[in-house]
């Protein structure tokens, strides 16, 4: 049986999302004729993009990174690979600061 879908944004948490990225660099080069060069070519960029957890499961995560009270609306959303998640932050309601960690072995622990 599916999960119901959140009613309001209370029921999504604010979370952030640390997570490796392609990227490209166009600047970058490297020589053939020199190993160490090649071998430092290329790369990811760490990310961490902040947001209302939609939904995850074990194909993506994704956020909605804009909020609309007014008409209890979500906007914006961030698809994130699963297997590019490195951690999920949960925070507590606004008057709190502590945050909870979700590393990528799903275990949690207090920041």
């Keep these: 049986m599916a999960k119901p879908l959140p009613r309001s944004l209370e029921n999504l948490p604010l979370v952030t999302v640390v997570w490796h990225d392609a990227s490209i660099r ?19 960029v760490l990310c961490r993009d902040h947001g209302r ?6 194909k993506h995560v994704v956020l909605a990174v804009s909020e609309s009270p007014e008409d ?3 906007r914006h959303a961030i698809t994130i690979p699963s297997g590019w998640v490195r951690e ?12 909870t960690k979700e590393k990528k072995n799903g275990s949690h622990k207090p920041s």
């Design 72 to 74: 209890n609306g979500i």
């Design 88 to 99: 999920i932050w949960y925070y507590g309601p606004p008057t709190s600061i502590e945050a």
């Design 53 to 58: 957890l939609v939904h995850k499961n074990r």
């Design 26 to 44: 166009v600047d970058h080069e490297a020589s053939l004729d020199d190993p160490e060069s090649v071998k430092n070519f290329g790369g990811f």
